[in-house]
């Protein structure tokens, strides 16, 4: 069983920054897949970043250029540093820990980010 604690989220103003982090327990992090999703109110869950184990990333159109996903491997966790955030970015932002072989697919509770004046 693994466990994924996210932090960092909070009120920011636009045009600010956030970092959230992601936590995991257990000894499968350096081999599975991490990402970051985003809900925000009335909308559908959506993919914001993706880091690969040979830390290849991918980013979604609306946040490339002004997001940054990173991993430590030494520290079991995943980070999103968010920048020029602005009020579509508020949503709640889950951390998602995936492998293939053997199938794994877990998920944190989520911490919301909140872009406001």
């Known amino acids: 069983q693994v466990q994924l604690v996210e932090s960092g989220g909070g009120l920011v103003q636009p045009g600010g920054s956030l970092r959230l982090s992601c936590a995991a327990s257990g000894s499968i992090f350096s081999s599975a897949l991490m990402a970051w999703y985003r809900q925000a109110p009335g909308k559908q869950r959506e993919l914001v970043a993706t880091i690969t184990t040979d830390y290849s990333t991918n980013y979604a159109s609306a946040v490339k250029g002004r997001f940054t996903i990173s991993r430590d491997n030494a520290k079991n966790t995943v980070y999103l540093q968010m920048n020029s955030l602005n009020p579509e970015d508020t949503a709640a932002y889950y951390c998602?820990?995936?492998?293939?072989?053997?199938?794994?697919?877990?998920w944190g509770k989520g911490t919301l980010v909140n872009v406001s004046s």
């Open positions: 998602n820990l995936y492998r293939l072989l053997p199938r794994l697919n877990y």
